[in-house]
């Protein structure tokens, strides 16, 4: 019996570009489709954050327009993205930013998602860089992920309020649907704070949600009546 992956070769991957808020979205939308052809879909969505957060820094403290390069590299056990720019004074500070708060959250947000991170300089140039490490996960299971990274921001959501980790236990239940729904809240502020419609945001949300779940459903009981065998190839 053969196993075949199709999978493109993993060479690092640059992308120049201008810091500019409307380059962001073609920013994720070209990450999703590298880490979809290396095989790395499940880290999209947290690629994607790390990576719009990096570039808001940029346009934030460096300056809208500055020339900005991506790079995005795995050996295997890492996904590692590379945000460089020419100003080595504006580094990137790690803040503790109350409820409040307008700002200061992006670099809490990758601390949040990412492994790692940390600033490289140079004699001409700043390179922020943040690590994802890619330890294997149970096919027919593509939620994980997504709970993780909830985790992650519910942590970070305590920490704002003073409130430490979301409790895991039965009694912590209540106070745990409270974080999520301060969570949401926070991102619905944010979506409206820059002209999108918090609304579409919900159903769209809601719609991948029950997209995924029923997809997961599926693989799930297709794989128990197959008696859990790896797809073959004669």
């Known amino acids: ?33 590298r880490l979809a052809l290396w095989g790395l879909s499940q880290q999209v969505d947290a690629a994607q954050l790390c990576v719009s957060e990096l570039t808001a820094n940029v346009i934030k403290h460096v300056g809208a327009g500055t020339p ?13 993205m590379e945000v460089r720019d020419p100003d080595r004074r504006a580094l990137p500070t790690l803040l503790s930013p109350d409820m409040n708060s307008e700002g200061g959250r992006g670099m809490a947000l990758v601390d949040a998602l990412a492994d790692r991170w940390g600033v490289l300089l140079s004699a001409d140039c700043k390179i922020t860089w943040c690590e994802l490490d890619l330890a294997p996960t149970a096919k027919g299971a593509p939620a994980s992920d997504r709970i993780m990274r909830a985790e992650a921001l519910l942590g970070l959501h305590g920490e704002s ?22 969570v949401i809240t926070d991102l619905l502020y944010w979506l409206r704070a820059r002209g999108c419609d918090p609304e579409v945001a919900l159903d769209q949300a809601q719609m991948h949600f029950e997209a995924e779940a029923l997809s997961m459903a599926g ?16």
């Open 1 to 33: 019996m053969a196993y075949y992956s199709f999978e493109a070769p993993r060479q690092d991957w640059k992308l120049a570009f201008l810091a500019e808020p409307e380059e962001v979205a073609r920013l994720r939308g070209a990450l999703r489709q």
């Open 68 to 80: 900005t390069t991506l790079t995005v590299s795995t050996d295997g056990a890492r996904l590692r």
């Open 161 to 182: 309020a003073g409130g430490g980790e979301v409790p895991r236990t039965r009694l912590g239940a209540a106070c745990a649907e409270e974080a999520v729904t301060g």
């Open 219 to 234: 693989r799930m009981e297709d794989t128990t009546s197959r008696g859990m065998n790896p797809v073959q190839s004669e």
